[in-house]
């Protein structure tokens, strides 16, 4: 998946969330490779889906949320 369309989709959650007053939490920011807007082959093998690695991360993430 094109860097741009995540970007923009993650815009519309943005958005959602601001409208139903409801946190949002940017992931997506912390897969990227430093410098790019593509994510990090350490967390993805698509561009899209996680892999192993990419979950730990992600459960740190949001850990402070639950």
Do not use: R
Request: aromatic share 14%; hydrophobic share 35%.
């Amino acid at each position: 998946m094109k860097p741009q369309l995540i970007q923009e989709i993650n815009l519309h959650y943005q958005n959602i969330a601001q409208e139903y007053k409801v946190k949002y939490i940017d992931i997506y920011s912390h897969f990227l490779e430093k410098g790019t807007n593509k994510m990090n082959k350490i967390y993805t093998n698509d561009g899209l889906h996680l892999l192993g690695e990419g979950y730990l991360l992600w459960s740190e993430i949001i850990k402070p949320y639950l």
